[in-house]
């Protein structure tokens, strides 16, 4: 079963939480086990399993990631976004989470966050779960 | 169903389109619904789902990689190609995309790009379609 | 079918080969052809694919991810161990390999190495077989 989501970011930087959106949508399918996969259609966006107890953490990452890739000058890109491009690459715009029981193996503090780089814009995201 | 391909890459770091080759093995398989998994079988390699309209994007996508971990010097292994492998793990070896109606839900300006980090060689990579 | 193991790290940051337990889990499995997911259910380690031959490119690899996100100050999430989550991020938590005549496709170098980027720590993996 395919699930699409959408939504809305409000800054050029910003990771939301898309943990209930993607429970959901493993409860609506009905499989009990499989995988999960998480995708992100965006080349200026990605996602990640990661802690969503604290907030910080999340934006510490967004933090580091600017500061290897920075915004601006440099690039060949010319529409002001490659280092959007080159930060999806590195986090990746698919996450794989097993599915056991009819609930995510996503661990105490694991959730799961839409990560956009080039925002605000409105965007989708895709849940996909395989039986097996 | 698995299909495999061969590329040979010209230089030492080259973003390689792939998209037509993993579209066709989603054809082939005529699975209209599931997830498509490409797999690098190497470990100075990878693989990314990113822009194709502009190749400037995955030649700014190698450089920042190039300048984050450069060649030469300062590494334990001592084949020379310690970078290689550090970018392939940055990375990643393997896509999971989204099969839908038949379609790869790439996105508007997606594309599957093999990332040779050590060439020029001789190359593989493999495309699995999983029904579900 | 869903596997579990334990591992315990001795290091803070360690990456432990897990390559003969995944090949286990896909022994047991019965699984001639499919996917393998290996999940790792923590946000401050991850899991890769890459060389196993030389001990060296692990170390490389945790030393590179070191240099550019450094432990210690200047983060907002105040545990100590921000640079843990970054790294797991930045790596991934979960990798996808194909199944093909009941053989992981891991090509001739590669093996599975579990990523301690928060140690030492009791811990634990999932391996994932899904046939198709």
Redesign the interface.
């Known amino acids: 079963m395919?699930k699409t989501y959408k939504i809305s970011t409000k800054r050029r930087v910003q990771a939301v939480e898309i943990t209930s959106e993607v429970r959901n949508a493993v409860r609506e399918s009905g499989v009990k086990?499989?995988?999960c996969?998480v995708?992100v259609?965006?080349?200026t966006a990605g996602v990640?399993?990661?802690?969503s107890y604290?907030p910080?953490?999340m934006?510490?990452?967004m933090?580091?990631l600017s500061q290897?890739?920075p915004a601006g000058m440099g690039?060949?890109?010319?529409?002001g976004n490659?280092d959007s491009?080159?930060k999806?690459?590195?986090?990746?715009?698919?996450?794989?989470?097993?599915v056991?029981d009819g609930n995510l193996?996503?661990?105490r503090?694991?959730g799961v966050f839409f990560l956009e780089f080039d925002g605000p814009r409105d965007r989708r995201f895709?849940v996909?779960?395989?039986?097996?």
Chains 1, 2, 3 share one sequence.
């Open positions: 395919l086990n499989g995988i996969v995708y259609p965006h080349t990640v399993v990661n802690e604290d910080a953490v934006e510490d990452l933090a580091k290897l890739v690039y060949r890109h010319l529409e490659a491009h080159i999806s690459s590195i986090v990746g715009n698919s996450a794989s989470i097993i056991e193996l996503l661990g503090w694991g895709h996909k779960i395989i039986e097996g």
